[in-house]
């Protein structure tokens, strides 16, 4: 009965080949989704690594772990130290993880424009979560700035500082550029996503372009609001931010270390409308039963973007930041895409899948 699938079992493994300990161990090592569908629909070959099956459910666990073993190394913690981040959500929801599995406690300030979800779970993972006004980086009271001054009345304590720490690109480039490298055998002629910290596009980006000798274009996506766009097409001139997007935890009013420490070696970059993000959420979702939030469709949307740039037989690799679970009291709530004006972006045959009221 079972002489054929022992065939097929013999040429396929998990992700990682043998145990680990621990959920830091557990990070990273994720899949590299080859999405049919689309491309099928356009003749090149669109890849996205589902960062999602990373044990706290994000590419911000390589950041989260990453921020955390540097400061490890430094001796800057010790045994029952705190932790202290000023967080959209996502690493967060890794450093809380981190924290639990290494015995720190774990502060987090965030911007009290954040799903429901995020910070229900942020709380149930032992965190002190402080929502706090959404204010401008300039500002004193900005969430970075009041972690910032928090952890420094601490002893034992350090601010990660997720934006500016380039151990956060570091990781990156350890660990999620040489996976794709290797996924992709070293054949892949563009990777492109968004970015918030910088340091997934900025540690992936130089890894890729370091490998390939420059054949491998590295691009920006950028979500409405976002300044980044503008700063790469004009040659580094930083505009007023303006405008907003549904996409959380990506786009930018400023140049952050991480991101610094490879813009100027970015192919280019280009905004995405929240209008085609929201429309790929659903679209991923009929057509290749992945489940993933906004930002991962906006990837997925740039993605196509940019292999219809590259032509016909092009190879464009981007990242599936973290699952729709998180956002699906908005994504999928048709009271919700009423009040953002993205009704009449889902396709008529898509909207079966906005189920909430």
């Known amino acids: 009965m079972f002489a054929g699938l022992r065939v097929a079992a013999r040429k396929r493994g998990f992700a990682t080949a043998s145990t680990v300990t621990g959920f830091t161990e557990a990070v990273g090592n994720t899949p590299l989704i080859y999405l049919k569908g689309l491309s099928e629909q356009i003749g090149s070959k669109i890849y996205g690594k589902a960062e999602f099956q990373n044990p706290g459910g994000s590419v911000k666990d390589r950041a989260a772990l990453g921020v955390v073993r540097n400061a490890e190394e430094k001796g800057l913690i010790k045994p029952g130290g705190t932790v202290v981040e000023g967080t959209a959500g996502n690493t967060g929801i890794g450093l809380a993880h981190v924290c639990r599995a290494k015995g720190y406690n774990c ?4 911007p009290n424009t954040q ?3 995020k910070i229900d779970l942020l709380r149930m993972l032992g965190a002190d979560v402080r929502p706090v006004a959404a204010v401008a980086y300039d500002n004193p009271l900005n969430y970075n700035h009041q972690a ?6 601490l002893d034992n304590a350090i601010w990660t500082d997720q934006f500016d720490n380039t151990a956060n690109a570091y990781a990156h480039y350890i660990s999620t550029g040489p996976e794709i490298w290797e996924q992709t055998q070293g054949d892949l002629d563009g990777f492109i996503c968004a970015t918030g910290t910088g340091g997934t596009l900025a540690g992936i980006g130089k890894y890729l372009k370091e490998k390939s000798g420059g054949k491998t274009q ?8 976002s300044v980044l766009t ?16 549904i996409t959380e935890g990506i786009g930018q009013g400023r140049i952050t270390e991480n991101l610094g420490t490879f813009v100027n070696e970015l192919s280019g970059a280009f905004t995405v409308p929240d209008e085609k993000s929201i429309a790929m959420v659903y679209e991923l979702l009929h057509t ?3 489940y993933i939030g906004a930002s991962s469709a906006l990837n997925v949307v740039a993605a196509v973007e940019l292999a219809q740039k ?5 190879k464009v690799a981007t990242v599936l930041c973290d699952g729709a679970y998180r956002y699906q009291s908005r994504l999928f709530s048709k009271a919700w895409l009423k009040s ?3 009704e009449a972006a889902i396709p008529s045959h898509l909207k079966k899948y906005a189920v909430l009221d």
């Open 340 to 342: 953002k004006g993205l």
């Open 288 to 290: 290749e039963g992945l």
């Open 230 to 245: 503008s700063y790469v097409q004009s040659g580094g001139k930083l505009t007023e931010r303006s405008g907003s997007s």
């Open 218 to 225: 590295i691009w920006l996506a950028d979500p409405p609001g």
């Open 115 to 117: 799903s429901q979800e």
């Open 107 to 110: 502060v987090i300030y965030m």
């Open 310 to 314: 590259l032509g016909k037989g092009s």
């Open 148 to 153: 910032r001054d928090y952890a420094l009345t």
